[in-house]
């Protein structure tokens, strides 16, 4: 499925900046690569698998070679990574039989898309046939394929914290927690500007509000499932997703460039959720709150959007139009007419 928005190949996000003020940006780099380590460990280890025949989960990561960082120039944040990795996976048959297998992904990398990835799963010489071996090629290659795409996300959203933060005057500016680091690299980004934003009050940026609404052919308790559910989240995103459908609970879906948390859950009736795509300045959240209306044979569904930032409105409407309400019309057959 496409990326929300055109993307470049190498996860190209673009931060906005003032036209007037777009030379004072400077080089910034970080590297992301024993951060990485420690977040694909992390994914990786404890997952698990299991059928009619036993169960297989990722016991040790055997190695990990490769690289990551993120460079900031002229407020784009450009994402390199490139992974070699190993790992051994062991199984356990319902009759108790034990066996061990290894798995090999060799080219994790910002030029490759997720579905693009060669993730190769054996069984080790020693060992007999087991069907627990298909087991791992199938569902077990498709959480580790959904892991790494969530790495991925993590890389974007909660390694680049700090390396962007929009000031008043449209130039970006470093994080409090780490100005002074910042200002024994000769590498920081640096304003044209003495006066730095206030510690902690934010930055205020002009927004908008706005209403879509669109009706499905399908009752508001299914639709308002659609939208807590993971697997049908991943179904109609076609790619992988973390969604916890609860008050509080966070949501990260395509690809990790759209990313929030419910703050209130009426059922079947409202869901309101803090929203924001991942090259929206740092920390800012669009309220968006999704009603469930019941029209006899139909639902209508009308989403209010308040605090998007102007320069985001049309993406953010053709975003929603076409990665919500068009993917879950064709994913599920509730097509209906948009007005």
């Known amino acids: 499925m496409a990326k929300w928005g055109e993307g470049d190949p190498r996860w190209i996000v673009e931060e906005r900046a003032d036209a007037t003020n777009v030379n004072n940006w400077h080089w910034t780099e970080r590297d992301a690569t024993n951060w990485s380590s420690d977040k694909l460990k992390s994914l990786l280890l404890g997952l698990s698998v299991e059928n009619d025949e036993g169960a297989c989960e990722v016991t040790e990561?055997?190695?990990?070679?490769?690289?990551?960082s993120i460079n900031n120039r002229k407020g784009k944040l450009i994402f390199f990574y490139e992974w070699n990795l190993k790992a051994t996976w062991t199984g356990k048959s319902k009759t108790g039989v034990k066996y061990k297998g290894s798995i090999e992904v060799p080219n994790l990398s910002d030029e490759n898309d997720m579905e693009d990835l060669d993730i190769s799963i054996s069984l080790n010489k020693d060992e007999p046939d087991t069907p627990l071996v298909h087991l791992m090629k199938t569902k077990g290659a498709?959480?580790?394929?959904?892991?790494?795409?969530?790495?991925?996300?993590?890389?974007?959203?909660?390694?680049?914290?700090?390396?962007?933060?929009?000031?008043a005057n449209g130039v970006a500016k470093p994080q409090s927690a780490s100005q002074s680091?910042?200002?024994?690299?000769k590498t920081q980004v640096s304003s044209g500007s003495s006066t730095?934003?206030?510690i902690n009050t934010g930055?205020?940026?002009p927004t908008c509000k706005f209403t879509i609404?669109?009706?499905f052919l399908t009752s508001p308790a299914e639709l308002y499932?659609?939208?807590?559910?993971?697997?049908?989240?991943q179904a109609f995103t076609r790619s992988p997703a973390t969604v916890d459908g609860e008050r509080g609970g966070k949501f990260r879906l395509l690809e990790g460039n759209v990313f929030g948390e419910f703050t209130?859950?009426?059922p079947d009736e409202k869901i309101v959720m803090k929203w924001r795509f991942n090259n929206w300045p740092c920390e800012h959240y669009a309220t968006i709150t999704l009603m469930f209306l019941d029209r006899s044979n139909e639902t209508e569904l009308k989403v209010e959007y308040r605090g998007v930032p102007n320069s985001e409105e049309e993406q953010t409407k053709g975003g929603w139009k076409r990665y919500y309400f068009e993917a879950i019309k064709q994913t599920f057959g509730y097509g209906a007419r948009l007005f």
Request: a neutral charge; hydrophobic letters at 40%; proline letters at 3%.
């Open 264 to 266: 209130e859950l009426v």
């Open 61 to 68: 990561v055997s190695k990990l070679e490769g690289e990551a």
């Open 213 to 215: 609404r669109d009706t």
């Open 181 to 185: 680091k910042a200002k024994q690299d």
């Open 203 to 205: 930055v205020k940026i």
């Open 142 to 167: 498709e959480k580790i394929r959904e892991a790494l795409g969530s790495y991925v996300g993590f890389l974007k959203t909660e390694f680049t914290q700090g390396m962007i933060l929009p000031t």
């Open 196 to 198: 730095a934003a206030p």
């Open 225 to 233: 499932r659609v939208f807590l559910n993971q697997e049908m989240v």
